[in-house]
């Protein structure tokens, strides 16, 4: 070998050495000095007796067994053999040693030339290997990658889990496979922004299941790249976060049911101060009927919130509305069997109770000393679960039936109505007596009963600049919650109207929807957690204009009738009638709620 050659080879920078026949060092780069950690002298036999050799598995390998000494020996090539070198200062090196022997022009073997690869990088970039290939398998995030043209390339154990496809099913299809048809386009974006080098963080989207179920997934997606550094593909991560999608879901259903709790409380509150004022002869008696009705309200919420609203039982509304807080009276019996109530009857039953109590106080039997009332109440099952409940008083100054209903009466019948229920009074000389009955539910009802969807925006009725046009006007009322149905008879009543109903159930709105005729009608955004859509599609259909009155908001109500006129609760008559004049505009047809398809926008 001549100089010039070994002045390549020196600048070489992998080891390389050369051996004589016997061993002997004639020649080595300053890479191989590197490597080995020293600089042997040339000619030495014994130069390698400062380094070990080794086996990968870390058995001892003598001269004569080491890649070079099987080629000196043999006079063939060696490869494929891995040696470990122990170095003079201890550290081991994985090394692949490619020794080649040298022959004269007669065949005779003259020594040997050695190129040693140092294995330590492809080792640490093995270990990162498997290292990542084991954090990808074992990952709770989906992790796929694909190419620039959708292609998936790889997928691991979780996004089978997640998505239901095996790998076998996946690599090979395009990625367009998992995305909804319509988010197709949300692919040709991010496939945009990724060969333009752009990373995605923690973009929510939804992709579909094996099962066709949609899946709420957060992607990151970052470029892929080859050696020379073009993108040529794209490594996706998607968690799945349909759980906590879930949970801020039933977070915003909790506070909109809270809300739509609040303000149909005030608005119970706002129509027991208007009714009690326009039934009240003197401030004082306002005062006092007022701050009676509010209490009894006020207790039936606190039954109700301890019970997390899921109902209250029946003899605690009797002692929590009859005693009002104090000791036992003993002119009070009150008998039935255990009976839980959903919310919203047991807040109407408290206020009879209450009506009823308070009646007794000033007028009939709790009015004297040796006065009695008896409320007994069991449960019927014929036909369906019935509540039937009986209140009778004794021993009290004489009855008289009253010359005109008053609003405790109307309250009464107002409330039972609302759950279809039935009252009877009778006012005998020794007493007043009343009947109630109450269907009850087959089933018990769910914690916080049926949800409406999540409200949205509100929209607040503004008064038009159109002359009063209310006056004979037909108008179907639709309202549960009978005292805010009482409040709006008395607003359309002193406006002129006519008014139909109120209906306090879905079934009672259908009928008068389809057997009555009226020009304009206002609907309850939902009927005790039921949607009202039969009824919004029978007045789209008869022609009819109606608004919303709710507590809920615009994404509340039914899909095809989002775009109608809300009044929202609690209301003022101003509201009311403007809502009305609204409709009731003379063009009529741009006032009619037109149906919209689900899901359209």
Known sequence: MTHAHEDV?????????????????????????????????????????????????????TPEETPIGISLRTGRPVRGMEVVLVRPDGERIPTMPYPTPLKDSDGKIIGAVILVIDLRDQQRARADTERLAAIVSSSDDAIVSKTLGGVITSWNASAERIFGYTAEEMIGQSILKLIPPDLHDEEKVIIAKISAGERMDHFETVRVGKDGRRIDVSLTVSPLRDPGGAIVGASKVARDVSDRKRAEEMQRLLLDELNHRIKNTLATVQAIAGQTLRRSSTPAEFVTSFNGRIQALSRA????????????????????????????????????????LEAQAALHLALVLHELGTNARKHGALSAPTGNVVVRWEVHTNGGRTLLLKWTESGGPPVK??????????????????????????YAETGVSCSIRLPLPELPQAALGPFARPAG????????????????????????????????????????????????????????????????????????????????????????????????????????????IIVEKPFTQEQVVSALERLLLEDRDDNVVKLRPQGQS
């Not at 957690?529 to 009155?549: S, Y």
Request: aromatic share 6%; glycine share 10%; hydrophobic share 45%.
């Open 457 to 564: 925006p509100l929209s607040m009725v503004q008064p038009p600049e159109q002359p009063h046009v209310l006056s004979g006007k037909r108008i179907l009322v639709v309202e549960d919650e009978p005292l805010i149905g009482m409040v709006l008879v008395d607003y359309l009543e002193e406006a002129g109207c006519k008014v139909i109903g109120p209906a306090q159930s879905l079934e009672k709105a259908k009928q008068l929807v389809a057997s009555e005729a009226f020009d304009a009608a206002l609907v309850d955004g939902n009927l005790a957690g039921r949607a009202v859509d039969d009824v919004a599609v029978g007045l789209t259909q008869k022609g009819v204009p109606f608004a919303f009155v709710t507590g809920y908001g615009r994404e509340a109500l039914p899909a095809a009738f989002q775009d109608g």
């Open 401 to 426: 039936a009253p010359s005109s209903r008053g609003f405790g009466t109307m309250l009464i019948e107002q409330s039972l109505q609302a759950h279809s229920g039935e009252v009877t009074m009778s």
């Open 301 to 340: 919420h606190r039954l109700l919130t301890g019970s997390s609203f899921q109902g209250a039982e029946v003899d605690q509304l009797v002692r929590d509305q009859l005693l009002l807080g104090g000791a036992d009276d003993q002119r009070i019996t009150a008998s039935g069997p255990s009976l839980m």
């Open 9 to 61: 080879l020196e600048a070489l920078p992998v080891a390389i050495y050369r051996t004589d026949a016997e061993g002997r060092l004639t020649f080595f780069n300053d890479a191989a000095a590197d490597l080995w950690g020293f600089r042997p002298a040339l000619g030495a036999k014994t130069w390698y007796g400062e380094l070990k050799a080794l086996t990968i598995e870390g058995k001892p390998l």
